[in-house]
């Protein structure tokens, strides 16, 4: 039996030796690359490129315009200086005056005629050379003019004492004519106080109109209603004062400002209200209102303000 189990062994082995002569040798394979990879390598990388450049041309068509808002940013600033400033100077800062003249005119329906008695007014100012007292006025405190008419001040009033240097105390007051018509109409005037003649007072306490004495009138005057004289009156003063600072603002010399505020319109004021010259035409019941004012500006150099 030992003798049977070795033969099987030998015959394994030979088995098994025969096997191995005829396993077939494992080939090598060699993997070359071909030519159809390359190409397909190259053209993934032109897509790509392509695709770069389509994405450019894209983005730069969305953004080919843009809108840009600016915010300005703006403070308020307070300028707290008192400046000083003198005609033609040429040292400090300097001012100059324009100067221009003109009418407006305007037409209102009125009601027809009717019988006026104004009387004219003004301004003086009242002097005090007599005392460094102070001397009080009543009011209708009469003033005798050069021109030998009565005027009366039309409140009552207190002349400041002369200065210690002598010079004399002044004060401004209105007065009125003391009979109504155009006779009291007058250009500036030298006034005694005529409760003083005949004491010390008389020649040293006097008074000076300030500019014209105007308004009064006796006769027939066209008769319009209050409101219809105030709008017209407004009218006219805003039409006036537009029209001169146009013309004053073409004057302005170059390298000169001129401010809005820095403008004055006189109108000879009479009675709280311009002086207007009316004429009335009795066909129609038209009245023609005419304002002549003289507008006054102030110029400063830009470069120096």
Same mark, same amino acid.
């Given at each position: 039996?030992?003798?049977?189990?070795?033969?099987?062994?030998?015959?394994?082995?030979?088995?098994?030796?025969?096997?191995?002569?005829?396993?077939?040798?494992?080939?090598?394979?060699?993997?070359?690359?071909?030519? =159809?990879?390359?190409?397909?390598?190259?053209?993934?990388?032109?897509?790509?490129?392509?695709?770069?450049?389509?994405?450019?041309?894209?983005? +730069?068509?969305?953004?080919?315009?843009?809108?840009?808002?600016?915010?300005?940013?703006?403070?308020?600033?307070?300028?707290?200086?008192?400046?000083?400033?003198? @005609?033609?100077?040429?040292?400090?800062?300097?001012?100059?005056?324009?100067?221009?003249?003109?009418?407006?005119?305007?037409?209102?329906?009125?009601?027809?005629?009717?019988?006026?008695?104004?009387?004219?007014?003004?301004?003086?100012?009242?002097?005090?050379?007599?005392?460094?007292?102070?001397?009080?006025?009543?009011?209708?405190?009469?003033?005798?003019?050069?021109?030998?008419?009565?005027?009366?001040?039309?409140? @009552?009033?207190?002349?400041?004492?002369?200065?210690?240097?002598? =010079?004399?105390?002044?004060?401004?007051?209105?007065?009125?004519?003391?009979?109504?018509?155009?006779?009291?109409?007058?250009?500036?005037?030298? $006034?005694?106080? $005529?409760?003083?003649?005949?004491?010390?007072?008389?020649?040293?306490?006097?008074?000076? +109109?300030?500019?014209?004495?105007?308004?009064?009138?006796?006769?027939?005057?066209?008769?319009?209603?209050?409101?219809?004289?105030?709008?017209?009156?407004? +009218?006219?003063?805003?039409?006036?004062? =537009?029209?001169?600072?146009?013309?004053? =603002?073409?004057?302005?010399?170059?390298? $000169?400002?001129?401010?809005?505020?820095?403008?004055?319109?006189?109108?000879?004021?009479?009675?709280?209200?311009?002086?207007?010259?009316?004429?009335?035409?009795?066909?129609?019941?038209?009245?023609?209102?005419?304002?002549?004012?003289?507008?006054?500006?102030?110029?400063?150099?830009?470069?120096?303000?």
């Amino acid at each position: 039996m030992a003798k049977q189990f070795l033969e099987d062994m030998v015959r394994a082995k030979r088995i098994n030796k025969k096997r191995e002569e005829k396993a077939p040798t494992p080939e090598v394979v060699k993997i070359v690359p071909t030519e =159809t990879g390359g190409k397909s390598k190259y053209m993934l990388w032109v897509v790509a490129f392509i695709s770069v450049i389509f994405c450019f041309f894209a983005v +730069s068509f969305l953004f080919s315009k843009a809108e840009i808002i600016v915010n300005q940013k703006t403070k308020d600033i307070v300028l707290n200086e008192n400046l000083s400033a003198n @005609k033609d100077s040429n040292t400090d800062l300097a001012f100059d005056l324009v100067v221009i003249g003109g009418t407006e005119s305007t037409t209102v329906k009125t009601l027809g005629e009717k019988d006026v008695a104004t009387k004219a007014t003004g301004t003086v100012v009242i002097y005090n050379a007599f005392s460094s007292v102070s001397q009080a006025l009543n009011i209708d405190t009469r003033l005798e003019g050069s021109n030998g008419k009565i005027y009366k001040t039309q409140t @009552k009033t207190t002349v400041p004492g002369m200065a210690k240097d002598g =010079t004399p105390g002044s004060i401004e007051v209105k007065i009125y004519a003391s009979v109504a018509g155009a006779d009291y109409n007058s250009t500036p005037l030298d $006034f005694k106080l $005529f409760g003083f003649k005949g004491t010390p007072k008389y020649a040293k306490i006097y008074a000076r +109109s300030k500019g014209d004495i105007a308004g009064g009138f006796v006769g027939k005057a066209p008769d319009m209603s209050d409101a219809d004289s105030a709008s017209a009156i407004n +009218s006219l003063t805003t039409a006036l004062q =537009t029209k001169l600072l146009a013309q004053a =603002t073409n004057q302005i010399p170059s390298g $000169f400002i001129l401010f809005k505020d820095a403008v004055f319109l006189n109108t000879n004021v009479v009675n709280g209200q311009p002086n207007i010259s009316s004429t009335y035409d009795k066909d129609s019941n038209i009245t023609t209102l005419t304002l002549n004012g003289t507008l006054y500006g102030i110029l400063f150099n830009e470069q120096k303000l």
